[in-house]
């Protein structure tokens, strides 16, 4: 089972090193938008520095966003989803390893990145490790909350749209705490408590995440 596991892991890293753009275009896009707000509202460091971890939250949580809609999809149109579906391994430990695939070409660069666009948003330097550390947190949990609307939307035309609207909500917590644990380090006082919740919730989504997005799929392949 873990072969496998590793197995399919390889297969989609190949596929994204091959395909090129996607992860760049996360990585562009996530950028982007963090640059917007020093041209949009001024390049006061006050100002910047108190929106900060905020700013960098919301841009994190749409650049995944802007790279589910893939995470099935490109598998359906080409046939090898059923394939997937087809071999003698659960259908979540093969979801699993896509998701994980997904993390490791946009969770992980978008936490590679954070520092330096840290920088750009005048975050006091005792918030970086916070901020990393919740980034490490809660970007995996994006990638696995994702996988279950990308689950559900898959084959779904301009399911993109549909697939924001499922996933939007239940992204809500993360960002509550991932926000939550970098204030609070600027302000002196234990970021652990949010970190904490931070990490519960990326436990349930590894258990329950994997499961109900290869039941979506079941569904769609029916």
């Keep these: 089972m873990l072969a496998a596991f590793l197995a399919v892991v390889r297969r989609d890293l190949l596929l994204a090193r091959r395909q090129g753009g996607a992860s760049l275009l996360v990585i562009a896009f996530f950028v982007m938008v963090?640059?917007?707000?020093?041209?949009?509202?001024?390049?006061?460091?006050?100002?910047?520095?108190?929106?900060?971890?905020?700013?960098?939250?919301?841009?994190?949580?749409?650049?995944?966003?802007?790279?589910?809609?893939?995470?099935?999809?490109?598998?359906?149109?080409?046939?090898?989803?059923?394939?997937?579906?087809?071999?003698?391994?659960?259908?979540?430990?093969?979801?699993?390893?896509?998701?994980?695939?997904?993390?490791l070409t946009t969770g992980l660069p978008l936490i590679l990145a954070t520092p330096v666009l840290a920088l750009l948003m005048q975050l006091p330097f005792e918030g970086f490790a916070t901020l990393v550390a919740a980034m490490a947190l809660g970007t995996p949990t994006l990638s696995l909350i994702g996988a279950i609307g990308a689950a559900l939307t898959v084959g779904v035309r301009r399911g993109g749209v549909l697939l924001t609207l499922i996933v939007t909500p239940l992204y809500i917590p993360v960002l509550i705490f991932g926000v939550g644990a970098v204030e609070a380090a600027l302000q002196d006082f234990d970021p652990a408590a949010n970190l904490f919740f931070l990490a519960a919730i990326l436990l349930g989504a590894i258990v329950m995440a994997p499961m109900a997005a290869a039941w979506a799929l079941r569904l769609a392949l029916d």
């Design 34 to 103: 963090i640059m917007l707000f020093p041209l949009g509202i001024g390049p006061e460091p006050e100002m910047l520095s108190r929106i900060a971890s905020g700013v960098i939250w919301v841009a994190a949580l749409l650049s995944v966003l802007l790279s589910l809609d893939r995470l099935f999809q490109a598998d359906l149109e080409d046939g090898s989803l059923d394939h997937l579906a087809l071999l003698p391994v659960p259908l979540p430990v093969i979801v699993a390893a896509k998701i994980a695939a997904h993390w």
